[in-house]
């Protein structure tokens, strides 16, 4: 790993950055109420999508704590895949079990096709000055 892009890692924050309109967590909660049944994001998309202000494992915690009206579910790991099941407050099975009743297939291997069901939204958040730290 280049020392920039360490660095670069070492100074995403996870709850203290602001963009256009408000604290991060709210964005990430707003992109995901975004989401419509059937399809997911991942945590690393949903980084992405906001200009890599927060680190996809924050993009967990976030959904870890998130309002009830946030779909949690429809955001899944890198591989398709659920990343729920060693939380020792959720059922097993209970991820996969939400998004199966949304029509989400999954393979033999536990994990979706992200190919099918991975869903981007058509309008990227503001960049810029619009964004900043603290």
Known sequence: MTA???RSQEQRVHADVTVEG???WAAIY???RAIPAGRVMTYGQIAE???QLVSPRAVGWAMHTCPD???WHRVVNARGGCSTERLPD???DIQRTMLEAEGVQFRLDGTLDLAVHRWAPSVRPAEGPGRSSG
Request: hydrophobic letters at 45%.
């Open 90 to 92: 959720l059922p097993p």
């Open 22 to 24: 408000g604290a991060v």
């Open 69 to 71: 009206d946030v779909p």
């Open 30 to 32: 707003d992109l995901v």
């Open 49 to 51: 999508w906001l200009g």
């Open 4 to 6: 920039s892009r360490r």
